[in-house]
């Protein structure tokens, strides 16, 4: 047998069933004339069984004496669902990150994965994909690697007057054939709103290289951030 524990009405036209976010946050420190400045959006397709979505994020930090930090992302990805909670899915991504060193990181891949909690609240998916990714660093060097992406999704909403979400992401890439290198990358926000379609949002974001290619490169890179965003 089979439950309903959602219902999401299908719009007839693209334009008006694209969804999505834009959310922007600043700050600035006095003290060391630090500046820091965020900018992301998401938007996203759905039709019957099929979702696909685009995220962008950007980041930039500025202080005297010190070098500007910078980091970008761009994700497309496609998915459908199949019967009994499973899951395709398929990616394309790009990242930039100035604290790794990391001038440009390409990222094709697809696989497979299951819902092992879907309810009106919550969702936790798990899911698997071997990918192929090409690097260039800071120092000129530039490689190809072949990752092993085993990702974990969980998303838990509370809708009433003013929507609550809490959304998080860890993935762990083992690098195939990298001589013990693996990668981490995890992604923890919340959002409430605060009047219709406006959110404030907290969000924390941690990435992590335990053999950079670069011998300049950082092993990690951590952020949080506050924002406002907009839902369209």
């Known amino acids: 047998t089979q439950n309903v524990v959602s219902l999401e009405r299908l719009k007839p036209h693209f334009w008006s069933a694209l969804d999505g976010k834009i959310r922007a946050g600043i700050a600035f420190a006095q003290q060391n004339a630090k500046t820091d400045f965020t900018l992301g959006a998401d938007v996203k397709y759905v039709r019957r069984s099929y979702l696909t979505k685009f995220d962008f994020g950007y980041r930039y930090s500025r202080q005297d004496d010190t070098d500007d930090v910078y980091s970008l992302s761009a994700n497309l990805a ?54 192929y990714a090409y690097e260039q660093y800071a120092d000129g060097s530039s490689n190809s690697t072949f990752p092993l992406i085993l990702a974990a999704d969980y998303l838990l909403a509370f809708r009433g007057a003013h929507d609550t979400d809490i959304s998080s992401r860890l993935a762990v890439l083992p690098i195939i054939g990298g ?20 959110n404030l ?32």
């Open 201 to 232: 949002g907290i969000g924390i974001t941690e990435l992590y290289d335990s053999q950079p290619p670069s011998a300049d490169a950082e092993k990690n890179d951590f952020s949080l951030t506050t924002y406002l965003g907009w839902s369209f």
């Open 179 to 198: 001589g013990g290198r693996w990668r981490l990358s995890f992604t923890l926000n919340f959002e409430r709103e605060i009047v219709k379609d406006l």
């Open 78 to 131: 496609h998915g459908r669902q199949f019967t009994g909670r499973w899951f395709y899915i398929g990616f394309l991504d790009g990242a930039r990150n100035s604290q790794l060193s990391l001038d440009w990181r390409s990222t094709i891949g697809g696989g497979l994965g299951r819902f092992l909690i879907q309810s009106n609240r919550s969702d936790l998916g798990v899911w698997v994909a071997p990918a």
